[in-house]
Structures are given as C-alpha cells and as structure tokens.
C-alpha cells in the first residue's frame, strides 16, 4: 500500500484487524433513525461506513438496492465502494456523489443524457458570451471594481490607460461571476440575492449577466452541475409520487464527509429521507473547509434539532498521528466555539513529532525546508513527505526552490510558474529589451509600467527604438524627458548581473511602487506584491549572467511542466492545505506560518476566522509521524509576525 494513500491507511489500523472499539461497534450496528457520527482525523470513519452496510445486509437482511451512499468526490465513491465489495460480494448498493444521484434521478425522470451536462470549458463560454449584455457606453473602463475587468492586481495586464470598444469577459470575471451563481445556487436563493459589494459586478450588471447566462442554457438546453441539484429539487418537490417512489428505493441513506454539505444538497438527502428517516450522517465539524463552495457546518451542528430523535455517537480514537501531534491539533481548534465539543486521543504512542522553527527570512526558510527534506529522505521515501500551503502561490515558490535543489516533487493541484503571470512577464521584457531585442512587443509590456504618458500609436512597426522615440516632435517635455530616463536605465540594466538588475527594476525604475500602488487602488494587498517580487529575485541569487538566470527558469518551468508525470515516481508532494484532505503523510512541512497568510488576511470575521483555523487543523492532522511548523520574521526588510494560531498549540 502506498504511504501516501488516503485516509483508507488509517481505516484499516483502526480496526486492529477486525476488532472494534465501543464507539464503533455502536454506529456500526445501528439500525433504524437518525444517526450522527462524529468522526475525527484518522479515526476510522470509512471502515464504519463500509461495515454498516454490510451489517444491514447480511444481519438484518436488509437488500442492497435499498442503501445509497452519498459522498463528494467521484474518487471516495469508487474507493468506498472497493472496499465494501472486499468486505461483502454483495451488489446492488448504491455509491455516488451528489451530483451523480441527483443527475440519475433527472436522467431516469425527465430523460437528461451525459450531453446535458455542462463542460468547464463550455460553461465559461458561456459566461463569457453573457457578458455580451453589458454595453461599452454604460461607463470608461479603469480597471476599478465597477469594471467587468475586475480589479488590477499584480496578474493585470495591458492597456488601463484605454477605453475598450466593448466590455471584454476576463477570466478573472468570468470565474467571479461562475462562482457568485454557484454560490447563489447552492444556498438556494434567487439572482436578487447577490451581494454587490462581495463580487467584481455592480447588482445591476449581475443580475443582466445571470439572465442571459440562463437564457444562453436553456437555448442550448445544458445543466450546468449546480442545476442538477436545483432541478432535481424542483422536480421532487412538484411530484409527489416521483418523491415517495424514489423514497421507497432508498430506505437508509448514508453521507459521508457530512460537513462538507451545503443547503440545497441538504434539502434534497432530508426529502429523500422521509419518511422512514434512515439518515445516517458521518463527518466532523473541525474539518468543514469548503465555506467558498457553500459547505455550511452550521448544518451539521443543526442536525440534532432537525432529528431530535438521533442517536449520536464520536469516533474518539486517531490510529494515523502520535500524540503529540494530535494533542497540539486539538489545542488549536479548540479556540473556535461553533463546535461539538469532542476530545480525541491517539491509539499511537509518544514520540518526538513537532517542531517549530523560526527563520530570519524567506530565503532561510526555504534553505531549511530542503535540508528537513534531504535528511528525512534517508530514512523514509520523498513520496511520504508532503508540503502543504495555504495557496497556490506558495506551491508555486517551493516548487521553483526544489528544482532548483534537485529535489523531487510532485503537484496535485496546476500551478503556473512565477514567470508566468504579468509581473514576471514583465520583468522579462524589461531585460530582454536591455539586452538587445528592441521588437515592439516587448516595449509595450512595460513602457507605462510606471506611468510615463507614451501612447502606443507613437511605435510603428516591428522595432521599436528608445533613442528614435525620444526625438519625435509630438511628444511632450515631460514624456520625451522620460523615454530619455528610461533609456539611461535600460542602458545601466545590461551591465549588471540578474539579482541586481532585478532590484534595479524593482526600487530605481519605480516599477515596485508602481504595482504598490495599483494593487491599493484594488485588493490593498501590497505585501502579495513583495512576496511575488521577492520571489523572482530570490531565484536570481546565484546567477552570474543573464544567460543563466534564463536557462534557470527554462529548467524551473520544465519541472513545473512535468510534475504530472512524478505522481508515480518517489518525490516530495506539494499542495494546498484544501487539497490535502482525505490524505496522510509520515512527514508533512506547513511552511509560511505567519499572519496574513494562515490566516489569511481577508479572514476579518469571526466566522471566516474560524474556518481558517479548521483549515490549518485539517493540514496539521495529515502527519502521521513527524510535523514541522515554519515560520519567518522577516519579509523582504519588513518585520512580519507569526501566526496567531502557533500560540493556541
């Protein structure tokens, strides 16, 4: 079995081969009602699942077409459902996710084929064309938040000083938008719900683009998947005898990873429960992390008052992590009060297993973090090893660092390079020009990155030349003044080496308190700006010429290119702490442990605070042996604190 398999590896300790303990011998051998298990990190939840269904089968005859077993992932479904088959040949159990049930119900009700469904890439066409009902008259484009462009971050692109012909769909809108609708969606509620000060659209403009998106579904007659559970729920609530056959169909109903539910999907599993009320729910509360998808834990801790009858029952045990790692786990997730209050204990025994460390700086930091990696790798495989961040982004510059080492490492989640986004791009541009490629294009990226007021219809043809562009007569002083200082630095940037270039760029050409400035102007998150700077330059550090730094981050992104292909290889695995439930690792690293990052900044509210607490318990709770606590003092020249969280431990 592999060291890096899913929380089934915990199952099958928890068991002790197969003797139970009291907690879950009582869920397993439960019946009729209601029932809540509250099933913490590592304590068996699968393995109490699977053996229900076999005892409702084979002690209370119960036939197997009668059970559904909900889950949220396509993967967990078929893993469930291996599992059970190992247990007991039995077929006719129903395993699926939501969306797989509720499109079975539409499918066989109102005759939906595979075809209905709404691909990514066609739902974004979608969007894209809803977008079409906003017109170019209604306001000049600046790039602010009333912009269908959204909000210029360090990622914007080109040409904030030009009004558009026509609104223009940006991804980043896009996707604001597709998430606004699905979030609307899931808690049920209608388009005049949306939040006008929450999305990149006025209300105006959303409730235009969510009419069209709509009409543009029906034209083509698709179901984009959060309409699988709105339709399946309209139609439910419309027929009566549809509802009391599907009913009779599925007599015990059980949901796994019950935390994660959100309000519509909990309105249809209640009507499909009713009226014998065989629900029988498996989760925890401390791991509810997908409030940006509509999980709501406040369902689950409502489940005792909508089934007052409910038998309740904690899974107490964790047979994945020593002691110390749980103790410290539920230390910290103690401090949020929208919980069961529970107490874990570990089956495993003491040993050392925590350790958190403080570093001057980033670069120190990630020295340390490949040090921890090549010392461990001596005694286990890199494949038990997991990083895991609070973003992207940080997967994104610990994966340019260990390629950069010759480390290994495997990504779960696509994650571009740190040259593959507008600031790197860039930068690029600006050496590249100073280096001798004077094409236009490039001249374009950067020429008003600061404002310098050169229009673009001043460069005509393929090359554009600093020194020809200073002498036309159109140009005002003040703009001919600056072509002339830019060209004076371009001049200095092809003497010096990448890393000083690069702090050339970034403090005497401005550019740094330009992207500053534009990122107040929008998300006020300017230490994002320095993190992603520091990040390009620090992978300049030991480059003597520019021709080295370019073959450096040739070989960064080939390795960023071939991650993919390391999922089957021994290497280090990185990803987000979101992407990290269900799994285990004998040695995980939770680097950039400071405020603002974990927990993020935007967490203001009590309750957003909380859910970034549960997300750092959830990554906490993935270590089997060994977890170590990263965290800096510095950033950049800026003094930075630890997170409040490594206090509560």
Known sequence: MNNNATVSSSDSRASSGDRLNPEQEQAIKHKDGPMMVLAGPGSGKTFVITRRIAHLILAHGVPPEQILVVTFTKAAALEMEERFLKLCERQGVCFGTFHAVFFSILKESLGYDASSILREEDKKRCMRE??????????????????????????????????????????????????????????????????????????????????????????????????MVLECYRLLSKREALLQSWQDRYRYILVDEFQDINPMQYRLIRMLAEPRRNLFIVGDDDQSIYGFRSADPGIMLGFPKDYPELVQVTLKENYRSRRGIVDAAMHLVEHNSARFAKKLGAARGEAPCLYRMAFSDKAGEAGALCGILKEASHYMDFRDMALLFRTREGARY???????????????????????????????????????????????????????????????????????????????????????RLQRQLRELSGLPPYPALMYIRKNMGYEAWLKQEAKKNSGDTEAVEELLGGICDSAKDCESYGQWLELIEDCEESLKNSGAAK??????????????????????????????????????????????????????????????????????????????????
Not at 424 to 437: N, R
Not at 580 to 587: A, P, Q
């Open 398 to 484: 610990y994966a340019a660092v260990l390629a950069k080492e010759g480390i290994p490492f495997y990504l779960k989640e696509q994650v571009e390079s740190l040259f593959s986004g507008s600031v790197g791009k860039d930068l690029l541009a600006i050496l590249a020009y100073a280096h001798g490629d004077h094409s236009r294009k490039l001249l374009l990226r950067f020429m008003n990155k600061p404002q310098r007021y050169i229009r673009r219809s001043l460069l005509d043809g393929e090359r554009a030349e600093l020194s020809e562009l200073a002498l036309r007569p159109e140009l005002r002083p003040q703009t001919a003044e600056a072509v002339r």
């Open 130 to 227: 809803a977008f079409g009902v906003l017109e170019a008259s209604q306001q000049p484009f600046e790039g602010g938040k009333s912009s269908v462009h959204g909000p210029a971050s360090v990622s914007s692109g080109e040409g904030r000083n030009a009004l558009p012909q026509a609104y223009e769909a940006d991804e980043a809108s896009v996707m604001d938008a597709l998430a606004c609708i699905s979030r609307l969606k899931n808690d049920g509620l209608g388009p005049e719900s949306y939040d006008g000060s929450r999305g990149l659209l006025s209300k105006e403009e959303f409730l235009k683009v969510y009419a069209e998106y709509k009409r543009i579904l029906s034209e083509e007659r698709k179901l984009d998947f959060d309409d």
């Open 568 to 649: 089957e290889r021994n290497a280090v695995q990185l990803m987000t702490m979101h992407g990290s439930k269900g799994l285990e690792y004998r040695l995980v690293i939770l680097p950039d442990l400071n405020e603002g990052n974990v927990p993020q900044r935007k967490a203001a509210e009590d309750k957003q605070l909380e859910e970034e607490r549960r997300i750092f318990y959830v990554a906490m709770t993935r270590a089997r042996d060994k977890l170590f606590l990263l965290y800096r003092k510095k950033n950049e020249k800026q003094r930075v604190h630890p997170s409040r969280f490594l206090k509560e431990l």
